[in-house]
Nanobody, 123 residues
Framework: QVQLVESGGGLVQPGGSLRLSCAAS????????MGWYRQAPGKQRELVAA???????YYLDSVKGRFTISRDNAKKTVYLQMNSLKPEDTAVYYC?????????????????WGQGTQVTVSS
């Protein structure tokens, strides 16, 4: 089973930027599709961005043009660059992986979730 460790969250002012990282274990990282999800208090978890093992990407409409998902297969890490952050981006951000891009887009089912990383956008 792939182990995932998210990092890079923090407190940032509106309009600021953060880059989240998700380090994964496993020898077949390059074959995985990966997704970043978020869950705000009182809300369901939602898919924010996804990237297939190739070059296909998906972005939630509200983050298009502001967030960019990328991956470094050599480092077994997927990133989420977040620019022009807004208070409504405040949430715990999680990453997850699957061999099926469709499964990532569907939000699972996954075997487990990591601890997530808190992003707070506030002045």
């Amino acid at each position: 089973q792939v182990q995932l460790v998210e990092s890079g969250g923090g407190l940032v002012q509106p309009g600021g930027s953060l880059r989240l990282s998700c380090a994964a274990s496993g020898s077949i990282f390059s074959r995985y599709a990966m997704g970043w999800y978020r869950q705000a208090p009182g809300k369901q978890r939602e898919l924010v961005a996804a990237r297939s093992s190739g070059s296909s990407t998906y972005y939630l409409d509200s983050v298009k043009g502001r967030f960019t998902i990328s991956r470094d297969n050599a480092k077994k890490t997927v990133y989420l660059q977040m620019n022009s952050l807004k208070p409504e981006d405040t949430a715990v951000y999680y990453c997850n992986v699957a061999l099926s891009y469709r499964e990532v887009l569907a939000g699972g089912p996954f075997g487990s979730w990591g601890q997530g990383t808190q992003v707070t956008v506030s002045s």
